[in-house]
């Protein structure tokens, strides 16, 4: 059984997507619609992808396919996901759902009517050592969560979009907290009833990307449902590396992860070398280079995950109600971010 | 020259003290004075102390010496400092400086008066780890310091009077967070403008210590005048062992410390052993011991740097003022913590 | 196209080979051959094998496949490979390739013969962290190498005929620091033209695997043709779990890769859980599970390269000329042990 | 009690000498010979030294004084000690204790014959990690040590002598393994019987320093009368900073010291700051600086236990029948590394 994917967009995660499809057998990849033809077509090329370019996604919706992967700015999520769902199309689509929860509860709507299927990307619950973590914390290996941490940071994202309130519906906190919320509410297997948060913007001018309309930091704490309080730090004007770190203190014990920065590998090199992780400021002096960093961050994994999903007719561990859950979370700490007060999450009501 | 100085109270901070002086030539303890005549009695051997056992601390304040060191539950710092203070003495006095801001403003008031000196013991300040991270920030290694976060955690105190109200005028925030406060305002020399906070008992049962009257677990956010966000977490309740963490984010790098946990010896050990660190739940298996653990966290070379204070009739690093500074702070993260909303700090006037 | 695999064993080894085959799409299991019914059958069922049980490996020879797994203990690795060889296979031999050099050049001479491939298996050479270090090295990172060190060790290996040395040939070097070695050579890419080893018996008395008759503990050193001096050690006498640490030193840095200790998950577990690394001694405390453990140390990822090299008929990484060059070294390793000297390595002739 | 000492010498060791001595109350310095007056002034200047500066050291030795330290290279201890002890005066001086046996004998037994005590100045037996390990150790936690590992590496010593073999005596191997020997036979509690070694030249062109005579690069291996071996790695070709590890492996667990590099602190600086740890090639990118290093690495703790021992009439931990059996080892080390075999130590008789 040949599963048929196309994707729209040609960016930075459209290479995360091709490439994780290359490694899957039983995909095919039918072709890629961009408004930038060169990338587009650097990437077929580069994943020796059978099907052709397309400049208008609609002409590429209309191909036979079982599922369209969408990797476009978070301010189309909403006309596209709605255009492959009429289709009669799987969504794979990035996190956030949508720039705000009623862009999201829509396309969740849409989905239910067409009777298809969001995948939600969210890699790290597919990531091995964040997986292992869940399953240790699912054996009661610390006990009751009672207390934790998410902290990603790096030093900003690689498009102008990123930057701009409209684009993308917000900055560190929807781009790099949705990630840590994500896997929080995963971690905890509760609900958050009541939020807190604040933002700054530290680093405004972006060179190249202008100005940084978004917040480039943004602080806050989740209250669960049992009680449980957690910190999120996102920041995306910290130099050195990629760097995402959870800890979860639980009554009987505590777990650190960190895939990023503890690593099987330390290097001192004077004469640095190629890579070694993504945005690394430099590689000579100390580093820790995380080998297989696509399959280590849980790319392949959770694409396998969403393909296997299709082939058994599955619900997927993400999918887009628990998109929706997330977005409502964050949109609740934005609001707080204003009144500078503890404000309750509202859940949008899904039959 | 040498420097005399009477204890009151002989519990495990007056064992820390009384450590110290043993360390530092020409300091003489001329006594100690407690309501517990048998831990008083085996200090006095244990240390080879020179000085006799008062029952009633007036009989020790009536003595000839220099400063007093007042080693006791919060809720008897204002009462024994201003009795000391009154007599000419200077005062050692240990975090906090007292129960509450109106309690600490008379301390210090009492001590312009009489012309005395607070020494304030906020030992991670003089902590080698501490100390060289100080040195990085302040010689512009991380650039400036926009977030951050500071962390402390044990099992629980091991005296009953810690976890009830009236005695010691809050929980884990005012016995654990006021370190990381006192630390963190101390590394991004600046002005704390505004805090949050929320707080819970996670572990109300406190087996012979009786009920947890004050919250053992306590999550806030400093907000500096330069516009930095610096969250701390505080608990009462995680197994392994007593851990403290720092990490600093600056435009220009990152500075973790982490003196307890990130130690210069990894130990595995299927029979145990003696002694790795305090509050420590096992010794077998892998374990971080810490060595010269006093010295680690600064005991010794905080009383040198107050010795020498007195000698050199300097101002220590952490005065009084210091001391009623971060109090001020701690009050109002409770404020927050009863409001649910961003509390401005209000910092007592002080000629 | 599919490759049909038949596995003769039904040990440790054989499960790692069966769940590795069963990742990889376009493999099937054609039957299992092995003394042991019992644990035949439980593979058979646990990976859903379409292939039967046959009690005598000759059997299971006579069917067509591609390729022959041989999981047995080193005494049977001469006379299956030449049977498996005879009947036209290619074969997957867990390393050591033989008990001496004598055995190994006969298998090697014997591929050469049938035309067939021998798929020698190191695992290390697949794993992540041992490729990423492998290209920082090829890359320049660190220089010219001139001096590292290699490790393994764990408490003991899990069958009896390990401590034999009729059935294995050899103990802890053979064993574990045929790993170690045959990493070096890699790294260094440099012929070992001198060693050193000596080596010990520690822990005589092994309970039900009954006496040790082979060394459990080994440290020797590689004299490289480039002047460089690596050290190894090796041993069955340490408890705690199963750990792997690579050292490499040169002239513009070091690499130091550990997948077995430095993770990226730290636990602290006062109540344990179920798994954390081959070989735990204990959950509780703190410990370092790996992640997706047979993918950390290169499993799958071997038997994927093998299978590749099947279908586009291309000679391993690790073929049996390797195997045979890395038993080379081990043998004059143990002549060592005898002489107390650094001992010439001898390479057999192969055409 | 005032303990009167005389400095010889006014380079990097001096410096240390001088800095351990202004820590501890009750020293006094009566004065420093050196050849280089401007160094010996700066060193005068910069500890507050009372005494006055020699050009000749018999000077120094004719002044009433308790004790001595040589702070010499290594080809002037010999005479410059028995020199000392003609005067009566007790000895501080710096590993090794000469250049070889012949010379370390004539040294001993002039102490023995002036009953005046040698003091062997090896700092990491009072480096507060390694007396720790040793707690451990001794208490049992490990069981009986069968296996280990020494290393010490740095990119090279800062002074021309140390590379030439009349002055030094060796390399890398009497520079760096006599740290390490030192260290090993004090953990194991056991003497060395058997020692095998080879030594190599990577970096023979040291620019300022002329001409490499000397192994910079030593690989031996000691054999313990308990039947342990241990490792020991020398490097003077290592970039990045100096590194100190032990590894001790015992049958019931084991421990890693590395205070050089298991920090308490890790930093990222764009920026670079002052200093992070002797030779370190940058403080650019992740480094883990030493906080009070001098005190890390045992220098205060080493002399303040030598005073002691002047004072209280004591042996001191590291007397010079200490320092003459290490040295034993190192020669037998240089013996093999001409015999390529193993090398029985012969220690020599004192009564």
Chains 1, 2, 3, 4 share one sequence.
């Not at 781009?175 to 530290?202: P, R």
């Not at 895939?259 to 400021?281: D, Q, R, T």
């Not at 997927?316 to 949109?331: H, Q, R």
């Amino acid at each position: 059984m040949v599963i048929k994917v196309g994707i729209i967009g040609s960016g930075f995660i459209a290479e995360h997507h091709c490439f994780a499809f290359s490694q899957i057998p039983g995909v095919k990849i039918i072709g890629i619609s961009s408004l930038d033809q060169d990338s587009a077509l650097k990437l077929i090329e580069k994943f020796n992808i059978a099907g052709p370019y397309f400049k208008d996604y609609h002409d590429l919706l209309s191909q036979v396919c079982d599922a369209i992967s969408i990797c476009l700015p978070n301010s189309l999520h909403h006309e596209v996901s709605l255009a492959a769902l009429s289709q009669g199309k799987h969504i794979f689509i990035e996190k956030p759902l949508a720039r705000n929860v009623a862009e999201g509860l829509e396309i969740v709507k849409a989905a239910q009517k067409a009777k298809k299927t969001i995948f939600y990307c969210e890699n790290n619950i597919y990531a091995p050592s964040f997986v292992k973590a869940k399953e240790l914390v699912d054996g009661g290996a610390i006990g009751k969560i009672y207390m934790g941490r998410g902290r990603e940071h790096h030093s900003g994202p690689h498009s102008a979009w990123f930057y701009k309130q409209k684009l993308a519906g917000g900055g560190a906190l929807i781009d790099l907290g949705i990630h840590d919320i994500a896997c929080l509410v995963w971690y905890l297997n509760e609900d958050v009833e009541k939020v807190f948060c604040q933002t700054s913007i530290v680093s405004p001018d972006r060179g190249e990307f202008g100005q940084c309309e978004v917040e480039d930091n943004a602080m806050g704490i989740l209250y669960f449902e049992n009680g449980a309080q957690v910190s999120i730090e996102e920041s995306w004007t910290a130099p050195s590396s990629f760097d995402v770190k959870i800890e979860l203190y639980g009554t009987k014990g505590q777990i650190i992860v960190n895939p990023s920065h503890m690593a099987p590998l330390e290097v001192f090199s004077e004469n640095g070398f190629g890579y070694a992780v993504e945005k690394a400021s430099t590689t000579k002096g100390w580093t820790f280079p995380i080998p297989a960093e696509s399959w280590t961050f849980g790319y392949p994994q959770e694409m396998q995950h969403f393909i296997n999903c299709i082939v058994e007719e599955r619900i997927p561990y993400t999918d887009g109600k628990f998109g929706l859950k997330i977005l409502a979370i964050v949109e609740a700490m934005y609001k707080s971010t204003q009144s500078g007060k503890i404000e309750v999450v509202f859940y949008p009501k899904i039959e």
